[in-house]
C-alpha cells in the first residue's frame, strides 16, 4: 500500500465548476499537507500548505485537512481553463527529512 | 519563475552509460533535494543536501549519487543507467532541511534511456 493515495483522473469539468481533489495517507506522522500544481514540461509550485487539522482558503482556493480519516482535500471554485494542469498532494512530518508525494490528478476545465 | 534552473533539459543516453544532471539552486538556499518523476506518477524523492552533505535519502541504489557545491549549484549523477531510470528529475531548493520549509522547484531535466 502506497503512503499517500490519490486518483489520476483525469478530471473535466466546465468553466465555473467546483473542483474537488482528494487524497487519502496511511502514515499518522504527517503533521503538514501541501498541494502543488503542475503544468505541463514545468516543475511543481506550491499552491496552498496547512498544518495539521483544518481548513484553509486562498482566493479561489480551499485546502481541508482531517487527520482522524487521513483524508485532505482541496476545492478550486469558479474553475478556469487556466487552473488546467495535474495538481499533486504531498506530506511530510516534523520529525523526518523527506516529503511524500501522491500520483497527481490531471484537471481539465473546458470553455 | 521560482528561481531555481536545470540543465540540460533533455537527454538521451544508452543503457549502462553515466548521466549528470545539474541545478542552481535560489541564492541562499542551504537545502537541495532531488526527485525522479516517472510519467504519470507524483515525485519521489531521492535523497537531499544540506550545506554540502547528504542529511536523507529515498529508496535508491547507489548508482544514485549527488555532489552541492558552496555556490548554491547542486548535481545529481546516475551509474550504469537502466532504462526504468527514463524520467523527469526535478531539484528544489529551500532555505533550511526542515521538511515544512517551503521547496521551490526547478523545470526539471527529461532523461531518456534507450
Known amino acids: 500500500q502506497k503512503e499517500v493515495e490519490q486518483d489520476p483522473g483525469p478530471l473535466s469539468v466546465p468553466e465555473g465548476a467546483i473542483v474537488s481533489l482528494n487524497c487519502t495517507y496511511s502514515n499518522s506522522a504527517f503533521q503538514y499537507f501541501m498541494w502543488y500544481r503542475q503544468y505541463s514540461r514545468k516543475g511543481p509550485e506550491l499552491l496552498m500548505y496547512t498544518y495539521s487539522s483544518g481548513n484553509k482558503e486562498d482566493g479561489r482556493f480551499t485546502a481541508q485537512v482531517d487527520k482522524s480519516s487521513k483524508y485532505i482535500s482541496l476545492f478550486i471554485r469558479d474553475s478556469q481553463p487556466s487552473d488546467s494542469a495535474t495538481y499533486l498532494c504531498?506530506?511530510?512530518?516534523?520529525?523526518?527529512?523527506?516529503?511524500?508525494f501522491g500520483a497527481g490528478t490531471r484537471l481539465f476545465v473546458k470553455a | 519563475e521560482t528561481g531555481v534552473t536545470q540543465s540540460p533539459t533533455h537527454l538521451i543516453k544508452t543503457r549502462g552509460q553515466q548521466v549528470t544532471l545539474r541545478c542552481s539552486s535560489q541564492?541562499?538556499?542551504?537545502?537541495v533535494s532531488w526527485y525522479q518523476q516517472a510519467l504519470g506518477q507524483g515525485p519521489q524523492f531521492i535523497f537531499q543536501?544540506?550545506?554540502?552533505?547528504?542529511?536523507g535519502r529515498g529508496n535508491f541504489p547507489p548508482r544514485f549519487s549527488g555532489l552541492q557545491f558552496p555556490n548554491y549549484s547542486s548535481e545529481l549523477n546516475v551509474n550504469a543507467l537502466e532504462l526504468d531510470d527514463s524520467a523527469l528529475y526535478l531539484c528544489?531548493?529551500?532555505?533550511?532541511?526542515?521538511?515544512?520549509?517551503?521547496?521551490?522547484f526547478g523545470p526539471g531535466t527529461r532523461l531518456t534511456v534507450l
Open positions: 543536501y544540506y550545506r554540502e552533505e547528504e542529511n
Open positions: 541564492s541562499g538556499h542551504n537545502t
Open positions: 504531498a506530506m511530510s512530518s516534523t520529525g523526518g527529512f523527506k516529503t511524500i
Open positions: 528544489a531548493s529551500s532555505f533550511t532541511d526542515s521538511p515544512t520549509d517551503t521547496q521551490y
